[in-house]
């Protein structure tokens, strides 16, 4: 069975707490990501992600350029380890009902597996496949 490891984003991007959310949500556009993880000082402390800003904004719950990514950034609740089975990765996205987890290796984060690596994974098995 093939591994998170294999498909997962090897660059990890983050941002500071304080950084403006604005600035942040830039950031992912700009490198064409869907996430970034929080890193205070040299610890991952949260995520934050362009469908929890878009939640946000359309409620009108905030001013983009008067927020810091610590308010409305969430906690880091879950990660994956490298070599577990994309299978696992697939069940815990399902059941969490989230798009982005980070990777550990040894005890530090060392990529991201989103829904993208999983649609990576499965048209890769899709055209292995005769139907």
């Given amino acids: ?47 934050f992600t362009k469908t929890d800003w878009m939640t946000l904004v359309l409620r009108g719950e905030c001013d983009p350029k008067a927020i810091k990514v610590s308010a409305v950034m969430t906690q880091l609740k879950f990660t994956i380890g490298k070599d577990q089975t994309i299978a696992e990765a697939c069940s815990m996205i399902e059941k969490n009902n989230i798009r982005h987890i980070p990777v550990k290796e040894n005890g530090k984060i060392v990529g991201m597996f989103s829904v993208k690596d999983l649609e990576k994974y499965y048209l890769q098995l899709h055209k292995k496949t005769d139907f």
């Fill in 1 to 47: 069975m093939r591994k998170v490891g294999d498909y997962m984003s090897t660059t990890v991007y983050s941002v500071s707490p304080d950084e403006y959310a604005h600035k942040a949500v830039e950031k992912m556009y700009e490198n064409n990501i869907g996430a970034l993880l929080v890193k205070d000082g040299e610890e991952y402390v949260g995520m």
